[in-house]
């Protein structure tokens, strides 16, 4: 699933070719694009018709398209496989095209929503006073919002009582951070995925938080991370960030730090990728005598 980086290289692709353009009109051709809007297909496109679209803006994985002129935004969440395409308007349709949004001007171009596995969506949603749409409204700052605040978050990880891993993944937390660059960040912070979160110090939990941003925005600098066709921005290409991953999807190749055979273990139907070597587990905790 896209994270972070990939989302916000699509934001920055519809601010630059969408944002401040007159919707003409909409089209939901499959229904499960929409799924979200509760009011069904047709109340979506109506509600779209006419209206300007403003900034376009991200929190976490989730991005969304003020409508400019209303107190509603569009809301976009990409799934598995979802992409949002600016494609020109005589292009060929995709084979997984879902949504069609065609605009009021001569610039020749329209916004399209493919998803091949249907788990992404687009959806229309009334703006806490903030400007988030209000079914985001519980999702918490992410590492690379100026607003995030980084006490806060180490004071969080202490109290929450679990592993920094999961800790990482939860979005309430801290958003934005998905397998990928929660096993890259842990790489780097040399820190097993199950290390509690209670142990961590002051100046350990900054120095993650580094890493984080760090390995983030070396992401973004190429595109973000694409193992296959589904991940694309806003053009059509793919991120390039999947050659320089240190630890996720490496099993038994060798460590960039110290040579160990990096390791893989099946964690949350998911997997966690690490060096054995750089990054120990913790002790188990000791009985109660």
């Known amino acids: 699933m896209p994270e972070l980086p990939e989302v916000e290289v699509v934001r920055r692709g519809l601010q630059r070719w969408v944002s401040g353009r007159t919707i003409a009109e909409a089209r939901v051709l499959h229904p499960r694009a929409v799924r979200r809007h509760l009011a069904g297909g047709d109340d979506f496109a109506a509600r779209l018709k006419g209206h300007s679209v403003g900034i376009a803006r991200r929190r976490g994985k989730y991005l969304w398209l003020p409508l400019a002129d209303t107190d509603s935004s569009i809301l976009g969440h990409l799934g598995m496989s979802g992409q949002l395409l600016v494609q020109p308007e005589d292009a060929a349709d995709e084979k997984h095209l879902r949504i069609r949004i065609t605009f009021d001007d001569s610039l020749g171009t329209e916004l399209r929503f493919v998803d091949q596995r249907t ?5 229309l949603h009334d703006n806490t006073p903030d400007g988030l749409p209000d079914v985001i409204a519980h999702i918490a700052r992410d590492p690379l919002d100026p607003a995030f605040d980084d006490e806060a978050f180490h004071t969080a990880l202490r109290l ?18 998905g397998n990928i660059y929660a096993d890259e960040a842990l790489w780097r912070a040399r820190l097993h995925f199950e290390r509690p979160t209670a142990g961590l110090t002051r100046p350990r939990s ?3 938080l580094g890493h984080i941003r760090d390995v ?15 991940y694309v921005n806003v053009n059509g290409e793919s991120g390039y960030f999947d050659r320089s991953l240190d630890a ?3 099993e038994d190749e060798p460590c960039r730090r110290c040579g160990a055979q990096i390791r893989r273990r099946p964690w949350m139907n998911r997997s966690s990728y690490f060096c054995p070597r750089c990054q120990r587990p913790p002790r188990p905790a000791r009985p109660a005598s």
């Open 119 to 123: 788990f992404g969506g687009l959806s």
């Open 160 to 177: 929450r009582r679990t592993t920094v891993k999961r800790a990482l993944l939860d979005q309430s937390l801290i958003s934005g951070v």
């Open 206 to 208: 900054a120095e993650l």
């Open 216 to 230: 983030m925005n070396a992401a973004l600098a190429v595109g973000g991370t694409s193992f296959d066709s589904l």
């Open 248 to 250: 996720y999807g490496r």
